[in-house]
């Protein structure tokens, strides 16, 4: 597609659970960044791929967010045991990165809510 | 590190009313300076962004914004508020460095009154 894509738009977990979420990047783009909007903050960084490497994961809030680019191209952030501080919109972005530009192109985001 | 604070988390204007949302920054070095505009359960889209160059950057929607490096401010403006311009709008910094990620302010969510 032309833009960033994000599934599940939507979804409610137990605490507990497990949930993964997709991001489908722009056709292209090397770089991918994963970040977590609380609700009434701004988006948080949480990590950033190169290709297939995650080269920065140092915003991933605990050892229970993994994220993947095996690819590189979809990435999948995971997180496990979910808990009700997770609950937040989880943004994808993507970028060809010119140096230094840092324009990023973000998709619509998934919404977590943890019960 | 950086940072970026935005002053206001709510601003209120009549239409046609001038718009100004106010950005300061902290930085070691040059920042690169962006403005990204939210509608409701939208993505975040770029408004304008300040790399290098000219401090008076031009956006889209006729936005506007000066980088002021001795007041370390990057205040967004618009002479005339217009309906559709309600959303939440995050000022952001980041590094001349390739990966660096972006880092936002909280936002300032603009209401405009008929």
């Known amino acids: 597609g032309a833009g960033v894509s994000q599934s599940p738009r939507y979804k409610v977990a137990k605490r507990g659970q497990d949930v993964a979420l997709r991001c489908d990047p722009i056709s292209g783009h090397v770089s991918l960044f994963w970040y977590q909007q609380a609700l009434g903050q701004g988006p948080e960084f949480l990590t950033y791929f190169q290709n297939e490497a995650q080269l920065d994961k140092s915003g991933l809030p605990s050892d229970r967010f993994f994220a993947e680019r095996p690819e590189g191209s979809v990435s999948t952030l995971k997180i496990q045991r979910t808990q009700q501080e997770d609950s937040a919109v989880y943004l994808c972005?993507?970028?060809?990165w010119g140096r230094g530009t840092g324009e990023l192109f973000f998709g619509e985001g998934s919404r977590l809510t943890v019960l | 590190a950086q940072s970026v604070t935005q002053l206001g988390s709510h601003v209120s204007v009549s239409e046609g009313a001038l718009v100004l949302l106010r950005c300061n920054y902290s930085s070691s070095v040059p920042p690169y300076l962006f403005w990204y505009v939210q509608y409701p359960n939208q993505g975040l889209q770029l408004l304008l962004k300040y790399t290098t160059g000219a401090t008076l950057v031009k956006g889209i929607n006729g936005f506007e914004a000066e980088f002021k490096k001795s007041e370390t401010s990057f205040h967004l403006t618009k002479p005339s508020a217009h309906m559709s311009d309600a959303a939440e709008y995050f000022c952001a910094v980041t590094l001349n460095q390739a990966g660096t990620a972006l880092i936002f302010g909280k936002g300032t969510t603009l209401s405009v009154s008929s």
């Open positions: 972005a993507s970028t060809s």
